[in-house]
């Protein structure tokens, strides 16, 4: 142990005692892991928020549609597909809103030419949507069974209906659907999952039918939070549970799926920068062999001076194979940082929300700690192999 | 550290030769015999050519002979393998050169403790004994000094004490004063006179009578053979002549 411990600080003081050299041979172990590191953290950052999002949401949401059969202009499910679906083993919870066609909405009396160009979506909704879509109110409150009861006429609009609205948080306002008045009681945050909610109006069943002519206030689109580990299977089993022998034909969909798809990194870019790392810590390693050749011939009389004092021949392959060890070592670590700091840069000035595997790291400082050491056997054995006699110049 | 007695054989070379080269032979050394006692004080003298290097890498056991023995502290070292050889070097033989051969990244005391490696030394014991070492040659207070910051008397110094660290049986120094000014040299000397003691030998390969004047037993070589092996009273070092 102790001359293992000899040998390390040989090779450290051979390393540093000679800055350039070891500046130069670095190089190579530097530049091919930041290549790598930067390579994959940087594919992986691109689509950092789309997995951050995803991470958030979870995997488990459904969305049920009606399907538009033959003769069926403006399908529907059933009345009561929230308590059929519910009935399936694996769901967590469902809500279901409903499509109110031919609706004007109007931020105000004002502007209603502008403001008619954009169509928008308004829902009749139950009261467990945002708990099953999992997303929060951005202000106020969501639509309640009070509202329902004593037939308020209350609203809340999407995120995104919001800031074209202009609707301040707290603010005490209404908009106009149908030319009627409702009060906005809340805004919902932003559904990342179904964009189409972020520009809707959601309103009780009640106002939906009495206030805005609704003919019928039958779900349209239903929302079905599974069981961890259950999506699919969920999935596959809401057809027959909500048509339950009927003709009503649904579609399902599991919205973070194409999420999913979107936030996988492009790995034909992230491949062709990896092997760019390899080959750069490939031509780092022919850098070191060469370099530490060099050395091995410049150092010939340390060499033949050190097997005087009774090194043995595997000592001194063993000094210089240390050296390449720790070359390689110090390479990983360094271009491991420098890695990690491009693509925090990179990050910050694209908006990116930063993606690095670090437990991937051993495995590029591992590679150029390989590298290098397959690098160094040459010159070691080289070195090992010198006799003292010829180096030594007696006489 | 190998101990001995006094006027014990601490390195014997029986019929020696050593012959380079394959189709055409070349006798470096031919039939070489002798003996190195503990308290020898020897110098081994001759013209360029003579055999006195090719001597002094058998002595040192960093070749082998084409015929012969060579015994180092009663072993045959013929018959060791490479690793054994080293670790015998190592612990008998203090070798000190015309070149120095310092490690020119080390500091003084490093250079000198890179002789106890591998022996099971914590580093302070290193540091110890090469502090030690290079007190006895007057340049403790350039432990920390690199060689380039040495003159080349102090380098020789250097490697003196690194040579004598270990404490060998034997210490071979290959002209040690061919490489320094005439008052470095009158240093250098000064010390080996000082080494002289009855449980080790030195062996001063040279071509310089004013240092083979300083010893008390002068081995003559031409040619590849030794012409001559006197004992004679040591006269002080008069300079480089």
């Known amino acids: 142990m102790s001359r293992f411990r000899e040998l390390i600080g040989i090779a450290l003081a051979g390393i540093a005692a000679r800055k350039v050299r070891t500046l130069l041979i670095l190089l190579g172990p530097i530049v091919g892991v930041a290549a790598m590191v930067g390579a994959v953290g940087l594919t992986e950052s691109a689509k950092g928020d789309l997995k951050a999002r995803l991470a958030e949401l979870g995997t488990s949401l459904i969305t049920v549609e009606a399907a538009s059969s033959f003769g069926s202009q403006n399908p529907t499910l059933p009345q009561n597909a929230v308590r059929r679906v519910s009935a399936i083993g694996s769901v967590d919870s469902a809500a279901a809103v409903g499509e109110i066609r031919n ?42 069974t009070a509202d329902q009861r004593n037939r308020t ?19 005490i306002r209404t908009i106009r659907l149908n ?13 990342a999952l179904d964009a189409n909610l972020d520009n809707a109006v959601f309103v009780t069943p009640y106002a939906a039918k ?7 206030t039958a779900p349209t689109k239903m929302y079905v939070r599974a069981a961890e580990g259950a999506t699919q299977e969920v999935a596959d089993a809401i057809p027959t549970a909500v048509a339950l022998g009927g003709s009503k034909e649904v579609t399902t969909s599991i919205p973070s799926d194409a999420l999913e798809a979107s936030a996988q990194a492009d790995k034909t870019l992230q491949q062709t920068a990896l092997f760019a790392g390899l080959l750069a810590l490939a031509v780092g390693g022919l850098g070191i062999a060469n370099v530490m050749s060099i050395s091995v011939i410049q150092r010939s009389s340390e060499i033949g001076i050190r097997r005087a004092l009774g090194s043995t021949r595997l000592l001194i392959g063993l000094q210089f194979l240390f050296e390449a060890l720790f070359v390689g070592l110090l390479g990983g670590l360094l271009g491991a940082v420098l890695g990690v700091g491009v693509v925090y840069l990179v990050s910050a000035i694209a908006g990116w929300v930063v993606v690095i ?3 991937k790291m051993p495995i590029w400082i591992g590679l150029a700690v390989g590298v290098a050491v397959a690098a160094g056997l040459y010159p070691s054995i080289k070195a090992a192999r010198l006799e003292p006699l010829e180096t030594l110049r007696l006489g | 550290m190998i101990l001995s007695e006094p006027g014990a054989t601490l390195l014997e070379l029986a019929h020696v030769s050593r012959v380079y080269g394959e189709q055409v032979k070349v006798y470096a050394l031919r039939d070489v015999s002798l003996q190195i006692r503990a308290g020898d004080h020897m110098a081994i ?30 072993e045959d070292t013929g018959a060791l393998p490479d690793d054994e050889r080293s670790r015998l070097r190592g612990d008998t033989i203090g070798f000190v050169f015309q070149q120095f051969h310092l490690i020119p990244h080390l500091a003084a005391v490093d250079n000198v403790a890179t002789a106890l490696l591998y022996r099971g030394l914590s580093r302070s014991e290193r540091r110890d004994r090469s502090m030690e070492a290079l007190e006895s040659v007057g340049l403790g207070a350039r432990a920390d000094h690199r060689p380039v910051q040495l003159s080349g008397g102090e380098q020789q110094r250097v490697a003196i004490a690194r040579a004598l660290v270990t404490r060998p049986l034997l210490v071979l120094a290959d002209e040690p004063t061919g ?3 005439s008052k470095n040299a009158e240093m250098v000397m000064e010390i080996f ?7 080790r030998a030195v062996v001063l390969v040279t071509h310089d009578h004013n240092v083979a004047a300083t010893a008390n037993r002068v081995v003559s070589m031409r040619d590849g053979g030794i012409v001559s092996d006197v004992t004679q009273t040591p006269t002080p070092f008069r300079g480089p002549s």
């Not at chain 1, 006429?153 to 603010?171: C, M, N, R, S, T």
């Not at chain 2, 001759?46 to 009663?74: E, H, Q």
């Open chain 2, 45 to 74: 003298i001759g013209p360029s050519g003579s055999g006195k290097s090719t001597m002094l890498g058998l002595l040192g056991v960093l070749d082998r002979p084409t015929d012969g023995t060579v015994t180092v502290a009663g």
């Open chain 2, 193 to 199: 006179a000082g080494l002289q003691s009855a449980e």
């Open chain 2, 179 to 181: 490489a320094l000014d």
């Open chain 1, 210 to 216: 009495e206030y805005l002519g609704a003919d019928s």
């Open chain 1, 153 to 171: 006429k209350a609203a809340v609009v999407g995120a995104g209906l919001a800031e074209q609205y202009g609707v301040l948080p707290g603010e």
């Open chain 1, 179 to 191: 030319g009627e008045d409702f009060g906005v009681v809340g805004v919902l945050e932003r559904v």
């Open chain 1, 357 to 359: 595997d670090y437990a």
């Open chain 1, 103 to 144: 609706v004007v909405t109007l931020p105000n009396e004002g502007g209603a030419e502008y403001y008619q160009a954009f169509p928008v979506p308004v829902l009749s909704t139950d009261t467990a949507l945002p708990a099953v879509l999992q997303v929060p109110l951005r202000s106020g409150r969501w639509i309640s």
